[in-house]
């Protein structure tokens, strides 16, 4: 249910935003891989010229699986568009992600998914029905993620809980020994909070610790989000008009 639930979100992500002659941003994690077969797909059907910027290593080695052509931000700084998944999505659009729990190749690389976002034009979320909540942390349970530099984790876990409450917790490889280590060679705190939090104000606070990298909150970027349905329609969310 859930595997076709994603495919539906994938697809219509890329028919409906993706167009001949653009930059394309490819995020990391699961759902992701049934847009990148919707993309070569497009790309052989409609010969399309497109252009691909990974966020992660598993979004690089997808990009070139299908043969789609592999680029970077250094020569491609500026993206049409950037497809991504998220852990969970709530009512404004507030996205928390890293947490990458089902795939080992998906090792936390918020801090690149969030410049690739940053990057682009236009930033669309893909998910399945269970990443849909109107708080934070009613379906996502295990926190948000926070890179920080190796040396830090200790105080940076510290402060995080006194400031903001509950608690950072230093995530362990699952198949090997020792913590989880990004692809920027970091170390992922997952912070599981308490209650519900400004969290325009809150990334931005965690942000100024010295030795945070990158939050996983993801706040005022998602332009739109397309959420698979179980009964295989795709409910689309844009954000809030204040």
């Not at 595997?3 to 992701?32: M, P, R």
């Not at 970077?72 to 729990?101: C, Q, Y």
């Not at 993801?218 to 795709?234: K, L, N, P, T």
Request: aromatic residues 6%.
């Amino acid at each position: 249910m859930a595997e076709e639930a994603k495919k539906l979100a994938g697809y219509a992500a890329v028919d409906n935003h993706v167009q001949n002659n653009q930059v394309v941003g490819v995020g990391s994690g699961s759902t992701i891989v049934y847009a990148v077969d919707r993309l070569a797909e497009r790309v052989r059907q409609e010969k399309l010229n497109i252009v691909c910027v990974p966020t992660s290593f598993q979004a690089r080695q997808l990009i070139l699986q299908h043969g789609l052509t592999l680029s970077d931000l250094d020569r491609h700084p500026e993206l049409d568009v950037a497809i991504d998944g998220a852990d969970e999505v709530d009512a404004a659009l507030t996205l928390i992600k890293g947490g990458g729990s089902l795939s080992p190749a998906h090792r936390g690389c918020l801090t690149q998914e969030k410049i690739v976002a940053g990057c682009a034009k236009h930033f669309i979320v893909i998910a399945d029905f269970r990443k849909d909540s109107s708080v934070l942390g009613q379906q996502w349970k295990k926190g948000v993620p926070i890179e920080v530099i190796p040396m830090a984790y200790v105080p940076v876990s510290r402060t995080i809980a006194k400031r903001f409450g509950g608690e950072a917790v230093l995530r362990m490889a699952v198949s090997k020994a020792g913590p989880v280590v990004t692809d920027n060679s970091n170390f992922i705190l997952d912070w599981k909070f308490e209650h519900a939090q400004n969290w325009k104000e809150v990334n931005t606070a965690i942000k100024m610790i010295p030795g945070v990298v990158e939050t996983g909150l993801f706040v005022g970027m998602a332009e739109r989000v397309y959420f698979g349905m179980e009964d295989g329609s795709v409910r689309v969310r844009d954000p809030p008009v204040i």
